[in-house]
């Protein structure tokens, strides 16, 4: 058995290092292939934007086969949270009041480029003292779903600003969600006295509707407030 794993790691490697020089037109043959069964693409795909993200993900992938799961999040909101990943972003000290602070900034940027978004999580981290790479993993976990992939700010930048900050695609993250809402102007925070209460969020769904997409929203706001 340990020769087979050898082996096959080797295999994986050869496979690895083949698409690393395998001619872009070539891959992207192969990788319209494997998203359009995955049914992340159709013909109508937009080829600039498809052979960016190509060129994101090659350096990260070993097989044409695992680029649908790898880029699922440049296509889709329909995408798998990876459960380590949000646990592990959850552990984080300060991980949704560093959302909270970071989404302004970010719906705020007039030129989305690289050098501009890095320069707005390089202000915080003037202003706080503290390095911009306390910002990247939850942002990376709140617009992919997962703590891994392509390099994190040429990701964010083709991913597009629209993508990013949009709150469908950070359903799972409410606070960033919320913050991006209250600089569009789209809701009010109100001043007002309240008394606290805490209650199951699962208790406020009607148990009556007989919803599976319901279920799965709720589902989500029970892990991400509980």
Known sequence: LGDVYKRQKKMSHLNFEYMKVLPIDEYEKSARQALTSSNLIDENVDGKY???VLELC???IDSFE???GFSAYFFSEDYTI?????KKVRSREG???RLSEIAPRLSDLDEWTESAIEQAFQQLANETGEKPFAWYPVVRFAVSGTNSGPDFLPMVEHMGKELVINSDCLCHCPDLAMAVELVKGKVIK????SKPTRVDIVGVRHLE???PLLDHVFS???KCFS
């Open 50 to 52: 498809l052979r960016g």
């Open 58 to 60: 090659r350096e990260k």
């Open 66 to 68: 695992n680029l649908p």
């Open 82 to 86: 990876n459960e380590k990943a949000f």
């Open 95 to 97: 991980a949704r009041e």
């Open 190 to 193: 109100l001043d007002v006295l």
């Open 209 to 211: 509707i007989n919803s």
């Open 220 to 222: 989500l706001a029970a």
